[in-house]
């Protein structure tokens, strides 16, 4: 059985693994936007950045919220601290073995 932390991890580089959903998550890092204002820089449709923001929104990477007529998109950054987490687990578990591979190398030479 696939336990919730697993689960959301998925949901989180799923959300991470389109070029596209990575520049938006750029975008709104810097300050709260509008769909359209999102929508603008890209060669594709209102309905397909949407489709994108939904991806992003159930990993719950961002946050939407009606003001009159017009949604509003931020990011949640707090919301990527478990992939953050299972990277540094990693980044720490290759730099002992490359440490190790390193001593082993110098040890051949002398």
Do not use: C
Not at 22 to 44: F, G, N
Not at 64 to 84: D, T, Y
Not at 85 to 91: I, T
Request: aromatic fraction near 8%; glycine fraction near 2%.
């Amino acid at each position: 059985m696939v336990n919730s932390s697993a689960l959301r991890l998925d949901s989180i580089f799923h959300a991470l693994s389109d070029s596209t959903r990575r520049s938006i998550l750029r975008d709104v890092a810097s300050r709260e936007k509008t769909v359209t204002e999102i929508a603008r820089p890209y060669a594709i449709s209102l309905a397909a950045v949407s489709k994108h923001l939904k991806v992003l929104e159930s990993a719950d990477l961002i946050a939407r919220e009606r003001r009159g007529s017009f949604q509003i998109v931020r990011l949640k950054p707090a919301a990527l601290k478990p992939a953050e987490q299972w990277l540094a687990y990693y980044e720490k578990f290759w730099n002992t073995q490359l440490d190790a591979l390193e001593r082993h190398f110098q040890g051949e030479k002398k």
